[in-house]
């Protein structure tokens, strides 16, 4: 009964490693997946902070606008910097604000079938600082960021073939909003973005220059791209910035790549909770089955001695311990695998592009439970053949 008890509590113990480490595997895998994932936008050296302008100093648009163009051209004379823009908000930011988009040429029986679209208010260097590629048409120009010009926009690729499926959009004129707001002609084609997270489908945008725009905001997030390394740079920009007005403050200073990593981080947690218990279940596996082993050894010193002196060889002698491991091996990984996959269905939602009975998986955590459960089994083998047959007979 005792060594019924042992055999289980090792079975279970390999289960639960196998439980853990697939799904840590999971989860490595979908952020392999993810950081492979094309945002549509570059985030190498750029650089992103949150200026504002309140108070007094500020009473109306004309100011708001002044303080936004000398945050720009502070930022832009810091050695290194390539280019520098504003926009009201940032993909994988947590920032939304959505618009509904009609077309003049589409008209709607209902206005909520109306496709809603990322609205972003930018000066007239973000898609390029960005790097956002334009497809079709023209990017926005210093020109278009006026009051008095003519009102434009630029459009995704994604609300373009909403719209108007596979027709040239340039030319066009969308209303974005309440029906008396302004028809604005799409003047070019820009890449999809995901807006959301990296998992989701690209969202649908659309560019409208900041001063075409009837409200200003006091806070805008400033994009810097750097020629080198952004990290180095980042103190020297953020001063810039804060140059132009010491009393307004400067917030939420990172990386564009920081910004990626904190829209995964919640599956990082994960999978970080998931290797760190996969680890520590795996180690008390294999010390289980030694456990288990050794003490097995120890019972049967005398039966392995008669084995000897009747002519069982060594070879005969550790298939015999091995065998006795490999079965609490296996009965465990497969009472794993059908837990590993009840469990993964609870992580689909954290899952992407891996499917939760995924072979590379399963077949990987079955190889590296194997080959610890070997090196486990081979210590108390070892130790079997080195028995004396004569010094067990004699035993008591």
């Known amino acids: 009964s005792r060594r019924r008890a042992r055999a289980a509590f090792v079975i279970t113990e390999v289960a639960l490693a196998v439980m853990l480490l697939v799904g840590a595997g999971l989860l490595a895998r979908t952020m392999a997946k993810l950081l492979r994932v094309d945002a549509g936008f570059d985030a190498t050296n750029l650089l992103t902070l949150q200026v504002q302008a309140s108070g007094d100093r500020y009473p109306d648009e004309s100011s708001l606008l002044l303080h936004h163009d000398r945050v720009m051209e502070a930022a832009a004379a810091v050695p290194g910097v390539s280019a520098v823009a504003l926009a009201s908000q940032l993909p994988l930011s947590g920032m939304f604000d959505q ?81 008396d707001t302004p028809w604005r002609e799409v ?21 409208v220059p900041e001063r075409q725009w009837p409200d200003v905001s ?10 080198s ?32 990593a904190r829209s995964t981080a919640q599956r990082r947690f994960a999978l970080l909770l998931f290797a760190a218990f996969g680890v520590v279940a795996l180690l008390l596996a294999s010390a289980g089955i030694y456990g288990v082993l050794a003490g ?31 079965l609490l091996t296996s009965a465990g990984t497969v009472l794993g695998i059908g837990g590993a996959l009840l469990l993964a269905r609870f992580l689909g939602a954290l899952l992407y592009g891996v499917e939760p009975a995924d072979p590379a998986t399963l077949g990987g955590v079955v190889v590296v439970l194997s080959s610890v459960a070997v090196i486990a089994c081979l210590v108390p083998a070892m130790r079997a053949i080195r028995i004396d047959p004569m010094a067990a007979l004699r035993a008591e």
């Open 296 to 326: 097995r050894v120890a019972e049967r010193t005398r039966e392995i001695g008669l084995r000897s002196a009747l002519g069982a060889t060594p070879a005969d002698i550790v298939r015999m311990v091995m065998r006795e491991g490999a």
């Open 229 to 260: 390394d952004v990290t180095a740079l980042a103190p020297s920009i953020r001063a810039a910035a804060r140059s132009v007005d010491p009393s307004q403050p400067i917030v939420n200073l990172a990386t564009m790549a920081d910004v990626i």
């Open 218 to 227: 006091s806070q805008m997030v400033l994009v810097v791209r750097t020629r």
């Open 99 to 179: 618009y509904g988009i009609r077309a003049r040429d589409r008209p709607l029986e209902n206005p909520q079938l109306a496709p809603s679209a990322d609205r972003y208010l930018v000066t007239a260097d973000f898609l390029a600082a960005m790097r956002i590629p334009i497809r079709r048409g023209r990017a926005l120009t210093a020109a278009d960021d006026d009051s008095t010009a003519a009102p434009v926009v630029v459009v995704s690729e994604g609300l373009a073939t909403a719209i108007w499926g596979s027709e040239d959009p340039i030319g066009k004129f969308i209303q974005m909003g309440a029906p």
């Open 187 to 207: 003047v070019g084609v820009s890449g999809n973005v995901r807006h959301t997270r990296l998992d989701d489908a690209a969202t649908l945008q659309v560019y």
